[in-house]
């Protein structure tokens, strides 16, 4: 099956500097591949996606890379606030419909004030 | 409001006694499922179920089990629960089919279950 995963497991970072993660899936069938936010005592919450038909997806300050060919995707996100200190996770499935998710074991994102 | 709602959120319970936690949806999903997250493990599924009768199980199923007769429902259960089992519990919904986003997954606020 799928196997996701994630690097570095912690990063910290001064308020308004940029932040970089990246994950690495094993299962070149994979298609799908969504980034999700998990606040303190909530659920993830899906922050953006990207199919492998294009390389790059933006949404204000966050983005996400592709890399099919390395088999690899990263999250972007610029100008960091203190709201964006959270667990990120990323995660990759084989497409749509009934195709499972397979997670990444999370990263914990650290916003310096 | 669109949600998934998961209860209790917080329980304490002890070896051997039968539990349950449920989960219901109120968007219509197909897919529904069931995590634990675990300090270091990152988010594992435990079951999930394409619709209702119809379950299957995750990468963790030993010592749950899980139900779908109705749609919006997917309780888990533990039959003879152990400290192993201490974690926290997140269900998770989604569509199968459809528009842009029917991949997207929404999940619960929680269950932190200890068991002692």
Redesign the interface.
């Known amino acids: 099956g799928e196997n996701v995963e994630q690097h570095p497991s912690t990063l910290s970072v001064q308020e308004g500097d940029s932040a970089v993660i990246k994950c690495t899936y094993s299962d070149s069938a994979s298609n799908y591949f969504p980034w999700y936010k998990q606040e303190l005592g909530k659920g993830p919450q899906l922050i953006i996606d990207i199919r492998s038909n294009v390389g790059e997806k933006k949404d204000q300050r966050i983005a996400v890379t592709l890399n099919k060919t390395a088999k690899h995707f990263s999250l972007h996100i610029t100008e960091t606030q203190p709201e964006d200190s959270a667990v990120y996770f990323c995660a990759a499935s084989r497409g749509y419909g009934n195709n499972r998710l397979a997670f990444g074991k999370g990263n914990q994102v650290v916003v310096i004030p | 409001e669109a949600q998934?709602t998961q209860n209790p959120r917080y329980l304490i319970t002890v070896t051997g006694k039968k539990l349950t936690v449920t989960c219901s949806q109120n968007m219509n999903h197909e897919?529904m499922?069931w995590?634990r997250q675990d300090p270091?493990?990152?988010?594992?599924?435990i079951y999930?179920s394409?619709n209702v009768e119809v379950t299957d199980k995750?990468d963790v199923p030993e010592g749950y089990k899980v139900s779908r007769k109705e749609k919006r429902n997917f309780p888990l259960i533990l039959e003879s629960p152990s400290p192993n089992q201490t974690s926290l519990y997140?269900c998770?919904s989604r569509r199968?089919?459809g528009g842009a986003r029917?991949?997207?997954?929404f999940?619960?606020?929680?269950t932190r279950l200890t068991v002692l």
């Open positions: 998934v897919y499922s995590y270091g493990l990152g988010l594992r599924q999930y394409m995750g997140f998770a199968t089919s029917y991949n997207e997954q999940f619960g606020p929680g």
